[in-house]
C-alpha cells in the first residue's frame, strides 16, 4: 500500500486550533496526511512531501522595510520559524507549497516582495467586512496554474485579513484580483506548484472549487 503524501502544516504555538482542524481535515480529504508544525518543534520532519504555511497574526512590518508602530501585536517567534521553512522548501524545487493568508504573505516577504500594512482604507464600503464566509470575488488569470485547478475564472472567496501583497516578490506573479484591485494569489513561475491565496480555503470545504486547491497539492506531492 502506498504511503499517503505528508503535508506539514504551520501554525502558531499558541491557539490555532480551529485552523489547524480545519487545514487537516482538508489535506486528509485530499489523500494526504497531515503533520503539525509550530514554533519550538525540535527539527522539522524531513520526510515531508509538501507545505501549507498557515494563517493567523500579522507579520512583522519590518521584514519588508515598514516602520514596527505596534512591536507587542507580532509574533516574532513564528515570524522566524516559518520564514526559515519557507527558504528551505524553496531550496527543493521538487516540495509543493501553499500559503494561505498570512503565509501567502509570508512567502511574498521571504521572495523580497513587500506587504500593504492595512487594506482597510483601499476597500471600497461594500466590501470593507471580514467575514468566513464567500461574501467576495476574486477575478483569476485564465493562464495561471490556479485558474486551472479551481477550474473558474472567477471564484467566491471570504476575507479575514488587512494586511495584503503589494510588491510581489521574486519569481512570483499575480493570478487573481478582487473588486478592490488588492491581490488575492500569487503563484511562482519557475516552480511546480507554489501557490499563495489570500482568503482562507479550508474553511470553504462545502465549495468544489476550493477543495480542489488541497487536491490539487497533495497531487503535487
Not at 506587504?115 to 467586512?129: E, F, I, T
Request: a positive charge; aromatic letters at 6%; proline letters at 6%.
Amino acid at each position: 500500500m502506498a504511503r499517503r503524501p505528508r503535508v506539514g502544516i504551520t501554525g502558531p504555538s499558541r491557539r490555532g486550533n480551529a485552523a489547524w482542524f480545519f487545514t487537516a481535515w482538508a489535506i486528509a480529504s485530499a489523500g494526504g496526511q497531515a503533520v503539525r508544525l509550530r514554533p519550538g518543534i525540535h527539527s522539522v520532519p524531513a520526510d515531508l512531501d509538501g507545505l501549507v504555511i498557515g494563517g493567523g497574526d500579522d507579520i512583522d512590518p519590518v521584514l519588508y522595510d515598514e516602520p514596527d508602530d505596534e512591536p507587542d501585536v507580532y509574533d516574532a517567534e513564528r515570524d522566524q520559524f516559518e520564514r526559515e521553512i519557507i527558504a528551505e522548501a524553496l531550496k527543493r524545487d521538487d516540495m509543493p507549497m501553499l500559503g494561505i493568508c498570512r503565509g501567502a504573505q509570508l512567502m511574498n516577504v521571504v521572495l523580497g516582495g513587500t506587504l500593504h500594512k492595512d487594506v482597510r482604507h483601499m476597500r471600497l464600503p461594500r466590501n470593507n467586512r471580514d467575514t468566513v464566509l464567500p461574501l467576495k470575488f476574486a477575478r483569476l488569470k485564465p493562464d495561471s496554474l490556479l485558474c486551472r485547478t479551481l477550474q473558474k475564472q472567477s471564484v467566491r472567496i471570504n476575507s479575514l485579513h488587512h494586511q495584503a501583497i503589494r510588491r510581489t516578490g521574486e519569481g512570483l506573479r499575480a493570478v487573481a484580483m478582487d473588486g478592490d484591485h488588492i491581490v488575492q494569489a500569487v503563484e511562482h513561475l519557475a516552480r511546480r506548484f507554489t501557490i499563495g491565496v489570500q482568503w482562507h480555503p479550508e474553511y470553504l470545504p462545502y465549495m468544489p472549487a476550493h477543495r480542489r486547491l488541497f487536491q490539487r497539492l497533495v497531487a503535487a506531492c
